[in-house]
């Protein structure tokens, strides 16, 4: 394989207009081409891989048929959108993708006109698809609104309410339902289960009806090679499937892999369906790279990797994850307690639970894409005497919160909330980025939480939750790999609402929270240095506060900083509210709570985003400076 | 009909093991009872009659036959659930319903050992009874979990996601779905239409059939009543039900309303039903009161109301509500520009849309239970040029809270947020509090945010959020009547970020945001009485803030007090932050955010509620008073 691979056809399609210009037979090279492209950019970014594979054909058909961009296509997620960005003149960039500066990873309104609505989280394309159709009708426009969506995302409530809505609405709305039988995990629910029955072709009518049907829904004049298509697959769906009792006309399964099936597929739906339809497509993950073929869960999400062998670059790692540690943490705690299970949205490999679960598999629930439901199936364990840990990423709980409010918190029950990924983390960007937890959190009642500065403290905060019964319990921690500390046997049980001073010193206090706390120390160095004595605290506890050492670090210092990886509202908003309270603030302590700013940052390696954010160790000498009315000179040399 | 209504077999049961030692046939005699019990509680307290009418026979049966507490019954959303609590050992208290004190208008652990899980926002059920099936099971116990769903919460994701995961899990689960074709607003939705086509028969498959299957899940020791039930009602279902696709076993569906058909349905159940099973049961709404029965839309949640003849209690309004000056001024505008667009999710008269939609029918979507899908629909609505509201309550807002952050700030899409029933709402409690809104939406970027302090700024707000197309915004206003200022001819578009001053004073500010400005004004009269001239400001916006206002409060003030009817990180916490970053606390002015209490505020009048979480003008006094160090001798005598 040559790098870049010699693509002639793909390179004369810069748009889909270009693309509308070939024949249909030429379609199947530039598949391949495409193929080879997308192959050789993710082995030189890193990134989505095996999704893209899969819909190479079904991309290349769909601006092929459609008239994008005013037809609307929505790719669910839009980790599988990278084919999709090649061919809608993003290709001069598609060696960006992920960098700095570079392509989203996912779909993004202010990146191309193509991307009618920015994807990221799971299982929004049919709302958002619905809400096009509909503008479309009221405005007497007709034009196509295309969702693509995985089996995977349909395991999420929204998708489900989006569906019930749509068949109601009778809008002119094309789901095309990319059945590839693996989203990041092998899928959760019994709507899989039935997919798989629906593909297996254990529930097919015949020809004849299914020509009838047909007919009632596309007219007279439908093209045959519909019928074609299908049957190639396998045969008709019944008659009553779920889709079609949800108020969708049902067509499939047909091969994704196949443009003379997938294009008279598409054209007779654009030119004659009126209602909501559902197209079943099936394809295969990974689709045309053996390796990702082979392994489609190792080829979700890779590093840099040699196109020959598939071989993955290793970041290198000195010390463990945070993930590995809180994994290994609650296993060491399961072994002593078999109240401990834990509960996983889908991401059972990104949250650890992978390992947990191989030493306790009937303790490990994975649910699906289904936050909601997650949540408060944990509510309904506690209420039974368990100790259920929701690990579930900062981010994606913000699609539980009113469940974490309304049947955790109101109720008082010990749900441990395990949230991975909290601040920034990196290439997956503004979407994935872990910034409102402690917000939405912290002002709740009952609940405590906790934010893990090196990954011993996040072992003490695994045995913590494990023993705190009295109500809901959450520790945060990032993205990423420890900072290299030591490691303790096992966690130890934390005092609530009890903080640690890192060093002493009298002129500047250093208050942290969570992950920040490395360059809190840092910037402690070049205070001292700058004859500026520095104490720096980790919080440990966003709530309840440590109000006698917030208290103290008030009176005994000049220059008081509180800072967090989260938005305002959070950490710092509860020590000002506390010093304002006490009336600790009219000593004349200059206090600045550091905080995320009020715009949402842009995808870069995570140091970079903290430097962006004003959170770096520059930043705190900075700050602290100016709160004192003097130059960082000191800063500006750092 | 006597007050209270006679009694006699009802007064012998006080709690279910009384019930169980009843004769099947004096059973009906007992419904009677429960009914007439019901309809005189409510008629003096208030609350929900339609939903607790519908299920009295099922609340019988269900305690006649399953072994509660023991066996877990989780009643979904809860409203349906009076008859429950007067079998279960609270008829003493029933006629303290929704008061202060009281017993609660859902279901609450915190009230008895027979409500397994609280309940109020919608569609948990499944998703708490499945934790505890699952509980059960690992530790090894046999008991019964049964939650009651109604059909119109199942329009709701959450219970999709639940019942996905059940069926895969194959739990010990009974899922009841009373089918009453009327949740709070005529159902909404594909899923109410499929089930009304299962209810009326059009699916069903012979009996030998169902019979086979019965058999198949019950065994052959199956009681045939369980035949004769379905047999009375309409006949079988077809095999591939939805439900059964989901992995649930599926039965019904069965008259609701007939002893004689449910108790051996529930037998069979209990005593045969392995995995997990779903009883579509078929009520009334309003069932066995004419009125009631007639219009069940006005006996969803009721007043007062006189048993004879159904007229209920009004409340005196001398000024109109927020949610109708909110209707009335959308509808104004929607006369001028035909982009405004509005989304409900199943509130369309709680929200005053149903005003809307009278004059503007194609323009007003209920989309269901479904907030998740309401917000990212409405952002759908947005990206092609439309103008939507989406009107959510703070409370139910909470659950469209990722789609808030994903879908609309993160792509800055002009989505209109009313945000009725903000801050305390009096007799629906703690669940359905307006309380975290201004946390969780101030800190999102992009977003503005407003609270109305009266009906006219509130018919101002409207105009504002219609012409703002540079992203969302939001503005809340509280639960009831507006406080009778005069109203403009129309709304005016507000400045963004402009509060203004109420009243000018030169020692005490107090700065208030929304509702609690009345209070303010109160609070400023009796301080300027104590010799403190009091300056009081209406933010009107929590982002962005005012900040040259703040600016001159914090340095013309000795005091300034902060006050909002939200949680803590709201609106305090910004003007906090804001004075911290610039130095303005360090003059030594005395600062003090007045916000809800880290505590949830039970149930009670509105007033009262303010009262306790210290947020009326006593207690603005006080706080000033505080704050001088002095004693507050005019709060004390307010
Ligand atoms: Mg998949
Ligand atoms: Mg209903």
Same mark, same amino acid.
């Given at each position: 394989?040559? !790098? ?8 004369? /399609? ?12 030429? @379609? &199947? ?15 030189? =970014? ?11 054909? @079904? ?6 048929? *459609? ?5 609307? @296509?929505?790719?669910? /997620? ?43 989280? !799971? ?23 295309? +969702? /693509? ?14 569906? #019930? #809505? %749509? ?25 899989? +289960? ?21 007919? !009632? ?11 074609? %298509? ?17 108020? *969708? ?22 030119? #004659? ?9 099936? $394809? ?63 991401? &059972?490999?990104? $949250? ?8 306790? &598999? ?14 408060? *199936? ?10 259920? *840990?929701? +690990?579930?990423?900062? =981010?994606?709980?913000?699609? %539980? ?60 905060? /695994? ?14 921690? &990032? ?62 506890? +966003? ?96």
């Amino acid at each position: 394989m040559k !790098s870049p691979p010699e693509t002639p056809l793909l390179d004369t /399609v810069g748009i889909p207009a270009d693309l509308k210009r070939l024949s249909e037979d030429a @379609l &199947p090279q530039l598949a391949d081409e495409l193929r080879a492209e997308l192959i050789d950019v993710v082995s030189r =970014t890193g990134g989505h891989l095996g999704a893209g594979l899969g819909v190479v054909e @079904l991309t290349v058909a769909l601006h092929y048929v *459609f008239d994008t961009p005013d037809d609307r @296509l929505i790719w669910d /997620v839009g980790h599988q959108a990278y084919p999709h960005k090649i061919i809608t003149g993003r290709r001069d960039r598609i060696r960006t993708l992920r960098q700095e500066g570079g392509l989203y990873g996912f779909t993004k309104r202010s990146e191309s006109e193509y991307d009618p609505f920015g994807t990221a989280h !799971s299982s929004t394309s049919i709302s958002a698809g619905l809400g096009m159709a509909v503008a479309h009708e009221l405005a007497g426009e007709k034009r196509n609104v295309i +969702a /693509v969506i995985g089996d995977g995302a349909m395991s999420a409530g929204m998708a489900y309410e989006a569906m #019930n #809505n %749509a068949g109601a609405l009778d809008a002119r709305l094309i789901v095309i339902l990319n059945d590839n039988d693996m989203s990041i995990a092998p899928p959760q629910g019994a709507m899989s +289960a039935y997919l798989a029955r629906l593909a297996s072709g254990r529930a097919y009518q015949g020809v004849r009806d299914f020509g009838k049907k047909l007919t !009632s829904y596309l007219g007279e004049g439908v093209d045959r090679a519909i019928t074609r %298509a299908v049957e190639h697959a396998r045969g008709y769906v019944t008659g009553g499937t779920l889709f079609e009792e949800m108020g *969708f006309f049902h067509i499939g399964p047909i091969d994704g892999h196949n443009l003379k099936h997938l294009i008279p597929v598409l054209k007779n739906v654009r030119d #004659n369906g009126t209602g909501p339809v559902l197209i079943h497509v099936v $394809t295969k993950k990974g689709k045309g790279y053996p390796p990702a073929e082979a392994a489609a869960d190792k080829y979700h999400g890779v590093n840099k990797f040699d196109v020959i062998t598939g071989a993955q670059a290793k970041a290198p790692a000195n010390s463990p994850s945070y993930t590995k540690v809180f994994a290994q943490s609650l296993i060491q705690e399961a072994r002593e307690d078999d109240r401990i299970v834990t509960v996983t949205a889908a991401m &059972p490999s990104g $949250t650890g639970l992978d390992l947990f679960e191989q030493e306790f &598999p009937e303790r490990t629930f994975d649910v699906g894409i289904a936050e909601q439901h997650a949540v408060t *199936f944990a509510a309904g364990l506690a209420t039974e005497g368990l100790r259920p *840990f929701a +690990a579930i990423y900062s =981010t994606f709980l913000q699609r %539980a919160y009113d469940q974490v409010v309304h049947d955790v918190a109101l109720q008082n029950l010990p749900v441990r909330f395990a949230i991975d990924r909290a601040g920034f983390v990196g290439a997956d960007g503004a979407t994935h980025c872990g910034a409102f937890d402690i917000t939405y959190l912290a002002s709740l009642p009952n609940f405590v939480v906790m934010a893990a500065a090196d990954e011993a403290e996040l072992r003490h905060m /695994v045995r913590t939750a494990v023993e705190h019964d009295h109500g809901p319990i959450a520790f945060r921690y &990032p993205r990423g790999n420890g900072i290299g500390v030591e490691m303790p046997e096992r966690g130890e049980v934390l005092e609530l609402g009890k903080g640690r001073i890192m060093r002493e010193g009298s002129k500047v206090a250093l208050l942290s929270l969570g992950g920040r706390l490395e360059d809190c120390m840092k910037a402690a160095d070049e205070l001292d240095a700058a004859g500026l004595s520095t104490t720096v605290a980790d919080a440990r506890f +966003a709530k309840p506060l440590d109000t006698e050492m917030i208290r103290r670090l008030a009176q005994e210092h000049e220059v008081l900083i509180t800072i967090e990886e989260g938005s305002i509202g959070g950490f710092g908003s509860h020590v000002l509210n506390f010093l304002a309270h006490e009336g600790l603030l009219e000593s004349g302590v200059k206090v600045r709570p550091m905080a995320m700013p009020d715009r949402f940052i842009g995808h870069a390696k995570p140091e970079r985003m903290v430097e962006d954010a004003g959170l770096d160790a520059p930043a705190i000498v900075r700050t602290v400076f100016a709160a004192l009315g003097q130059q960082a000179e000191s800063a500006a040399r750092a």
